[in-house]
């Protein structure tokens, strides 16, 4: 067989492709930029920007599935660069996966595809899109994921999967991040400090990728379906990365700011970096707030029923891996 994985060089798709050669699998990756690390192990590169649907068209050929995770992310930037890349993309991967004659590609949504800006208790795949969006990435996500499930067909199945703050080791979003806010002094405990969250380590993200292409060739009711992933165990966010700070040297963040003034000031940044036109991120946005704020955490049972999907490395496994990692990239106290 042979994969296309598009972002292979990215943080969800290396780990995807690491799998898929282990399992002795011909693959080539699809990226805007050389991926010289992945020429060496053995990887096919496809250098084309997904706004093309030639470029697409040229990384489909000759390939058995695509598994696409290249996307847009962030919460600050145009409209118009989030719907490019995330939903016109999309279009054009499965264009090029019908004009190939592709047979299976599963899609790397996201849980955002559902805020509506309250909390997630629990939820599972019947909750609604979202609506009342304040992140431009969660409203082009739910775009293309409902695009790409619509297109599902005999000849070409798709389903998308939907993982919940991806983290571990090489880890350059999540943790990096919120350690270099942390670093900064401007990181603050939001609300009440007791949201429970899901969070996913990426080893478990690529083995339910793989179950979800395997699930697609053996069980055609899998196909047009969306499935949330995690690790199946909730954390309270807070304590959570506070033994992440004390596992890497740091003292505990104790200080709160009530959500109503994160809020608050998260709207009044992004109407300064609306006025000044600034690309970078401002330092607090309303979708940012709420999500410090409020319970995320969904019912991951029909991904385990229907993909097989069990989530191998145990939470305490993960940190441990991922500190280490943030450890030896000079993220420890000293």
Same mark, same amino acid.
Request: net charge neutral; glycine share 10%.
């Given at each position: 067989?042979?994969? $296309?994985? =598009?972002?292979?060089?990215?943080?969800?798709?290396?780990?995807?492709?690491?799998?898929?050669?282990?399992? /002795?699998?011909?693959?080539?990756?699809?990226?805007?930029?050389?991926?010289?690390?992945?020429?060496?192990?053995?990887?096919?590169?496809?250098?084309?920007?997904?706004?093309? #649907? &030639?470029?697409?068209?040229?990384?489909?050929?000759?390939?058995?599935?695509?598994?696409?995770?290249?996307?847009?992310?962030?919460?600050?930037?145009?409209?118009?660069?989030?719907?490019?890349?995330? *939903?016109?993309?999309?279009?054009?991967?499965?264009?090029?996966?019908?004009? @190939?004659?592709?047979? @299976?590609?599963?899609?790397? &949504? =996201?849980?955002?595809?559902?805020?509506?800006?309250?909390?997630?208790?629990?939820?599972?795949?019947?909750?609604?899109?979202?609506?009342?969006?304040?992140? +431009?990435?969660?409203?082009?996500?739910?775009?293309?994921?409902?695009? %790409?499930?619509?297109?599902?067909?005999? @000849? $070409?199945? *798709?389903?998308?999967?939907?993982?919940? #703050?991806?983290?571990?080791?090489?880890?350059?979003?999540?943790?990096?991040?919120?350690?270099?806010?942390?670093?900064?002094?401007?990181?603050?405990?939001?609300?009440? !400090?007791?949201?429970?969250?899901?969070?996913?380590?990426? !080893?478990?993200?690529?083995?339910? +990728?793989?179950? %979800?292409?395997?699930?697609?060739?053996?069980?055609?009711?899998?196909?047009?379906?969306?499935?949330?992933?995690?690790?199946?165990?909730?954390?309270?966010?807070?304590?959570?990365?506070?033994?992440? $700070?004390?596992?890497?040297?740091?003292?505990?963040?104790? @200080?709160?700011?009530?959500?109503?003034?994160?809020?608050?000031? /998260?709207?009044?940044?992004?109407?300064?970096?609306? $006025?000044?036109?600034?690309?970078?991120?401002?330092?607090?946005?309303?979708?940012?707030?709420?999500?410090?704020?409020?319970?995320?955490?969904?019912?991951?049972?029909?991904?385990?029923?229907?993909?097989?999907?069990?989530? %191998?490395?145990?939470?305490?496994?993960? #940190?441990?891996?991922?500190?280490?990692?943030?450890?030896?990239? !000079?993220?420890?106290?000293?």
């Amino acid at each position: 067989m042979k994969y $296309l994985v =598009t972002g292979g060089g990215g943080f969800v798709g290396s780990y995807i492709i690491e799998r898929l050669l282990a399992r /002795g699998e011909s693959v080539r990756s699809l990226g805007r930029s050389a991926q010289p690390h992945l020429e060496a192990l053995g990887v096919e590169v496809v250098q084309g920007d997904l706004g093309e #649907l &030639s470029a697409v068209q040229a990384a489909c050929a000759d390939v058995d599935a695509v598994f696409h995770v290249a996307a847009k992310a962030g919460v600050w930037g145009d409209w118009q660069g989030y719907y490019q890349a995330n *939903v016109v993309g999309t279009r054009n991967v499965l264009q090029a996966c019908r004009d @190939r004659g592709v047979s @299976r590609m599963v899609y790397t &949504s =996201t849980p955002s595809v559902v805020f509506n800006r309250k909390s997630h208790c629990g939820g599972n795949e019947g909750l609604p899109y979202g609506r009342r969006w304040l992140c +431009h990435y969660a409203h082009s996500k739910a775009i293309a994921e409902q695009e %790409a499930l619509a297109a599902s067909s005999v @000849r $070409l199945k *798709v389903l998308a999967l939907r993982p919940h #703050l991806i983290f571990g080791p090489g880890d350059p979003h999540l943790l990096p991040r919120v350690l270099d806010s942390y670093q900064q002094g401007r990181l603050r405990i939001v609300g009440r !400090g007791d949201a429970r969250v899901d969070m996913t380590y990426v !080893g478990n993200v690529a083995d339910a +990728h793989l179950d %979800a292409m395997d699930a697609l060739q053996c069980n055609p009711r899998v196909a047009g379906q969306a499935y949330f992933i995690s690790q199946d165990e909730p954390v309270m966010l807070w304590p959570w990365f506070n033994q992440v $700070l004390q596992a890497l040297g740091h003292p505990p963040l104790v @200080r709160r700011v009530p959500l109503a003034v994160t809020y608050a000031a /998260g709207a009044l940044c992004e109407s300064i970096w609306h $006025l000044l036109k600034k690309d970078n991120d401002p330092p607090m946005t309303r979708f940012v707030a709420l999500e410090l704020a409020k319970h995320h955490y969904f019912d991951i049972s029909r991904a385990k029923a229907e993909l097989g999907y069990q989530p %191998a490395v145990s939470m305490e496994l993960a #940190l441990e891996l991922t500190i280490e990692d943030l450890k030896r990239r !000079g993220y420890a106290s000293g």
